[in-house]
C-alpha cells in the first residue's frame, strides 16, 4: 500500500537554527506533493505544494520543498526558523491526481526555542 | 484562505449513542468534502470521501454503516457516528475542496475531539 513516512517526529530547534524536515513516498506513479503545517489550536493550512515543473517549490513564510524524483522524496526547508514555526508540520501526497486520497505522514511536531 | 468550520469541536458522548458532526463550508462552494481520523501520535487517515447529492466513497476498512456521511448541500456535510463505542473515540477532521483547476485547494476544519465514554 502506499504510504508517507516521516522520519523526525519531534524537532526541537533555537531560532535561526536552519531547518529540514524529511519526507518520503512509497509510489512509482504520478504523485502530488503537499506539506501542510497545523499551529498550536488551529486548523491544517498548506504551507506549499508540487504538481509539476520545477521541482524547488516555494511556500508561504519562507518554507520551500525540493522533490526528488529518484529518492522519493519531498523534504521541507526552512534556512532560519522563528519562535513563530513552532508547530505540526504534516508531509502528504496523492497519487491519483489533484486532491483525491491525500495520505498523510504522521507528523513531525517542531519546538522553536528563543 | 478559505474557511472551513466544524461543529463541534469537542464531544463527550455515552456509549451506545449516536454523535452527529458538521462540516461547513463558509466562504466557497464543495462538491467534494473528506473526513479523516487521526489517532495520537498518527497520520490522518482518510476515511471517506463525500460527495454532493451523491453516496459517499468509504475507505477500506472503514464501517458504511456505523459512519454515516451525508452531504445534502455543497456547503455542508456530516458525519454521524452512529451506536458510538469507546474505540470510536478518536480526533475526526473534515476538509473541503475548493475546486479551482490549477488552484484548487483542500482547506480543514479544525477537528472534533471524540470521546465515548
Known amino acids: 500500500a502506499q504510504s508517507v513516512s516521516q522520519h523526525n517526529h519531534h524537532v526541537i530547534l533555537s531560532e535561526a537554527a536552519s531547518l529540514e524536515l524529511g519526507c518520503n513516498y512509497s509510489?512509482?506513479?504520478?504523485?502530488?506533493l503537499f506539506w501542510y503545517v497545523q499551529y498550536p489550536g488551529q486548523h491544517l493550512q498548506l504551507l506549499l505544494k508540487?504538481?509539476?515543473?520545477?521541482?524547488l517549490v516555494k511556500g508561504i513564510k519562507g518554507f520551500e520543498a525540493e522533490f526528488i524524483k529518484s529518492k522519493f522524496s519531498f523534504n521541507l526547508r526552512k534556512p532560519s526558523v522563528q519562535w513563530s514555526d513552532t508547530a505540526e508540520y504534516f508531509c502528504?501526497?496523492?497519487?491519483?491526481?489533484?486532491?483525491?486520497?491525500?495520505?498523510f505522514g504522521a507528523g513531525t511536531r517542531l519546538a522553536v526555542h528563543p | 484562505g478559505a474557511v472551513v468550520s466544524q461543529h463541534p469541536s469537542r464531544v463527550i458522548c455515552k456509549s451506545g449513542t449516536s454523535v452527529k458532526i458538521e462540516c461547513r463550508s463558509l466562504?466557497?462552494?464543495?462538491?467534494?468534502m473528506f473526513w479523516y481520523r487521526q489517532f495520537p501520535k498518527q497520520s490522518l487517515m482518510l476515511m471517506a470521501t463525500?460527495?454532493?447529492?451523491?453516496?459517499?466513497?468509504?475507505e477500506q476498512g472503514v464501517e458504511k454503516d456505523k459512519f454515516l456521511i451525508n452531504h445534502a448541500s455543497l456547503t455542508l456535510s456530516t458525519l454521524t457516528v452512529t451506536s458510538a463505542h469507546p474505540e470510536d473515540s478518536s480526533f475526526y477532521i473534515c476538509?473541503?475542496?475548493?475546486?479551482?483547476?490549477?488552484?484548487?485547494?483542500?482547506?480543514f476544519g479544525q477537528g472534533t475531539r471524540l470521546t465515548v465514554v
Open positions: 476538509s473541503a475542496l475548493r475546486d479551482r483547476g490549477l488552484n484548487t485547494e483542500a482547506f
Open positions: 509510489y512509482g506513479g504520478t504523485v502530488n
Open positions: 508540487y504538481f509539476s515543473g520545477d521541482p
Open positions: 502528504a501526497v496523492t497519487i491519483s491526481g489533484g486532491y483525491n486520497k491525500l495520505i
Open positions: 466562504d466557497f462552494q464543495a462538491t467534494t
Open positions: 463525500s460527495n454532493e447529492g451523491s453516496k459517499a466513497t468509504y
